[in-house]
């Protein structure tokens, strides 16, 4: 490990000051204990509960209304989804992404939060031995796809952008977006004391929102795979899935807790901290293609990839001498739009600056990746000629996606070497001990963690177990 990254750790275990981004590597850092994780979610957690106005939330006046005002919350949002498909089965154009640049733009802001699904419900796996928590558990481990790849939220997740080529633009992405998923780690290493919070939180992520709905109708509709949006329509169901699953986990814990009002008061904050942080619907609401593209050029910038035609000029300066500083490439792409080399809402083949980049002949080809140049190109051709459907979503499609092969061909034994651990002992407490750390955010979606969920499945929940146990 790096000197630079061991000091910035040595910080956050001592509480030094921190961005949210250093935060979420502290807590899927697999080398760094439990221990050290639940006092920094303690400190975290207290502090963003600090921030929260009890007058300003949102939420049923008492316990026993949770359930109806949930539903009524659910058929709300369905209306309003039936009169969206009304307006545009009337001719409307799509409302959240007008082409496959800007649906790009969102699945990249929103990849924090998705890479770390489910991680607030982690700590419930330890009270397996308590009935109480058993719905709790339940859906964190149909987040963890009961151990298979192709239902496990994160690989989905990850298998999307990676079919995409969007898997590493989230290097672009300014920290706030990372401030949600800290929240969610933060839950999911927080120690028993903030109980209520974490069913609070869970209560109001399960709830079908509006956004979610449309998303999946407009992503399909552009040719992206929408399963993972599809997905939590469908396992979020209020009437058997993992919004009814929150509503029951809340009235039996509630029935158990001595302080009532105490009880009541945790789980609204709880609630509340769906709030923190920048929502989807945030994300939709300021699509900026532009900001997008800067963010592509300053990287190109940064890393001295733009060394190209020393003797082309744009405005008394070459290529590299705009890009020597990130911070001049605004006033390049100003340069261009002045001078006609790029054309807004036009063929984006009329813009000399696209050809450059595009044509095999051009001076800058090769410099944009594929992915890079879509974007580029919905920026430049504007609502009437950018892209309305993802040019390759036939071969996707028609692909077998690399989660039907995962197979690690570097492997340190650790996994042999924990199921001779398990099967050796006779003992389920001891097997369950054993397991529960490969369940967490850092592991579950990697072969150990895989293999660790459909064994503890197997152990307590068999009836929900497909674990082959000639792989036992």
């Avoid at 939220?153 to 990676?162: P, T």
């Avoid at 340190?412 to 050796?424: H, I, P, S, T």
Wanted: net charge negative; glycine share 4%.
């Amino acid at each position: 490990m790096p000197v630079v990254v061991k000091e910035r750790l040595l910080d956050l275990l001592q509480d030094n000051q921190q961005n949210y981004y250093e935060l979420f590597v502290f807590f899927l850092d697999p080398d760094i204990s439990s221990f050290e994780k639940e006092k920094k979610a303690r400190d975290f957690l207290n502090k963003e509960i600090d921030k929260i106005d009890q007058k300003k939330i949102d939420f049923p006046a008492t316990i026993n209304t949770v359930k109806e005002w949930c539903e009524n919350d659910n058929k709300q949002n369905c209306e309003l989804f039936q009169t969206y498909l009304n307006r545009r089965q009337n001719g409307g154009e799509r409302e959240y992404f007008k082409n496959v640049g800007q649906a790009f733009e969102f699945l990249i802001k929103v990849s924090p939060t998705k890479k770390v699904d489910g991680a607030w419900l982690y700590s419930s796996v330890h009270y397996w031995n308590d009935p109480v928590f058993h719905d709790l558990i339940i859906t964190y481990l149909e987040e963890l796809g009961l151990g298979e790849p192709k239902a496990n939220h994160v690989c989905i997740y990850d298998d999307l952008l990676r079919s995409l080529g969007l898997d590493s633009f989230d290097l672009l992405l300014e920290d706030e977006y990372y401030h949600n998923a800290v929240i969610q780690l933060a839950l999911g290493y927080a120690p028993p004391e903030f109980i209520p919070e974490i069913v609070g939180f869970n209560l109001g992520y399960e709830q079908l929102p509006l956004h979610l709905l449309i998303s999946n109708y407009e992503l399909a509709e552009l040719g992206i795979d929408s399963k993972y949006f599809n997905l939590h329509i469908t396992i979020d169901n209020i009437d058997n899935g993992h919004a009814d699953k929150a509503i029951k986990v809340i009235e039996n814990i509630y029935d158990k807790y001595r302080d009532k009002e105490l009880f009541f008061n945790k789980l609204k904050r709880g609630f509340a901290l769906n709030n923190h942080g920048v929502s989807s619907s945030k994300i939709i609401k300021n699509l900026n293609l532009e900001d997008l593209v800067l963010k592509i050029l300053k990287r190109k910038a940064l890393v001295g990839q733009l060394i190209h035609n020393e003797t082309r000029q744009f405005g008394c300066k070459t290529i590299n001498q705009w890009l020597s500083n990130p911070e001049d490439v605004n006033g390049l792409v100003t340069h261009l739009i002045d001078h006609k080399w790029i054309k807004f809402n036009t063929d984006p083949e009329q813009s000399v600056f696209w050809r450059m980049i595009n044509e095999e002949n051009g001076k800058m080809f090769g410099v944009f990746n594929p992915v890079e140049r879509q974007i580029i190109h919905d920026w430049i051709a504007g609502s009437d000629h950018s892209s309305n459907f993802l040019a390759y979503s036939r071969e996707l499609k028609n692909s077998q996606r690399i989660q039907d092969y995962l197979f690690s061909y570097i492997s340190d034994g650790e996994l042999d070497a924990l199921q001779e651990r398990v099967q050796k002992s006779h003992d389920l407490a001891i097997k369950i001990c054993k397991l529960t750390p490969f369940l967490a955010p850092d592991s579950h979606h990697k072969s150990i963690g895989l293999w660790s969920t459909r064994k503890y499945v197997e152990l307590l929940f068999p009836y929900l177990s497909s674990f082959n146990k000639t792989n036992s």
